[in-house]
């Protein structure tokens, strides 16, 4: 039988796990296959792990040594003993049957993560099924803004189900990206490389109240530093297609143009930050290139 590990990460998040976390412990109690939930602590200053302690003690506490943000889940799941990791964030909560239709699409082998249809705490759709596009020689995430109610493929997700296996294969979600944004992408970009798949799986939903922890620790401004920060060094770190490549250095110079006339100074320092990491990006791209055997041009649609 499957068995499997619910991962909730949190971060000064009590309030937030009052609201949410029941549903999940609930949920976990209600598949049919072998389970626990964990919540990982991210050195939250709120009192989070004593309201654990006194309000669900069924759960398992995980501390993290420091606060990596998505990169605390690596250490966590190569503890755990489950064959299947589920991750979600503080402020999600679960249908009481969202389990179960992701783990079923674990019985083929080749699949490395399953997406969830996530709908807003009001009912509102979310996301779920999401493509990996280029635009003018940058890439860019796609969400499919129409509820999809048939399950298909998908090559990022945020949040949801990922074979543990795979996911240690990988070296879990890459700090380049810290404090956040694009570390999601690029596991799951680097697992199709490998030829893994992705799914999305309407019958299984989730309700986000979409970036709670980020809107209270960084400015809007400088949310849209790192989004455009990290898309750099995604794009400079996994792309090999020398096509691709040629398009995003061909409108490199006429996109940090626009950006300077338009005032988008956010994508300008993005660019500069970006460019003082890409010794650290140049060492990676050694790294992993040897992996990989599915081409850029078979993933990136362009």
């Not at 619910?6 to 029941?22: Q, R």
């Not at 979310?126 to 493509?131: A, E, L, P, W």
Request: net charge neutral; hydrophobic share 40%; aromatic share 14%.
């Amino acid at each position: 039988m499957l068995n499997f590990e619910i991962f909730v990460l949190n971060y000064n998040g009590k309030d937030l796990l009052a609201e949410c976390l029941p549903t999940i412990i609930e949920a976990c109690k209600k598949s049919r296959y072998n389970g626990r939930v964990t919540v990982i602590d991210n050195q939250s200053k709120d009192a989070s792990v004593e309201f654990l302690r006194e309000s669900f003690p069924q759960v398992i506490i995980h501390i993290a040594r420091e606060n990596k943000v998505l990169c605390s889940f690596n250490e966590a799941v190569e503890q755990s003993e489950a064959e299947f990791a589920i991750f979600l964030n503080n402020d999600i909560k679960v249908e009481v049957d969202f389990v179960d239709p992701l783990l079923e699409h674990f019985h083929d082998n080749n699949v490395f993560f399953i997406a969830p249809c996530v709908l807003n705490f009001d009912g509102t759709f979310n996301g779920g099924k999401s493509y990996i596009k280029m635009k003018y020689g940058f890439i860019k995430v796609e969400v499919d803004r129409e509820i999809p109610d048939l399950e298909g493929i998908t090559q990022s997700i945020a949040c949801g189900a990922f074979r543990k296996s795979i996911f240690l294969q990988l070296g879990g979600y890459d700090s380049l990206y810290l404090p956040g944004y694009w570390e999601d992408t690029d596991l799951c970009y680097r697992g199709l490389k490998m030829g893994y798949k992705g799914i999305y799986e309407p019958k299984s939903r989730i309700y986000h109240k979409e970036s709670t922890t980020f809107a209270k620790s960084f400015s809007q401004y400088k949310r849209k530093v790192l989004v455009d920060r990290n898309m750099f060094l995604f794009t400079w770190k996994n792309i090999s297609s020398f096509s691709i490549l040629a398009q995003h250095l061909l409108f490199l110079l006429p996109r940090l143009l626009h950006a300077l006339v338009s005032a988008q100074f956010h994508t300008i320092a993005g660019f500069i930050q970006a460019f003082a990491k890409l010794p650290i990006v140049f060492k990676k791209r050694k790294c992993i290139s040897v992996k990989y055997g599915v081409p850029d041009t078979e993933i990136v649609k362009i």
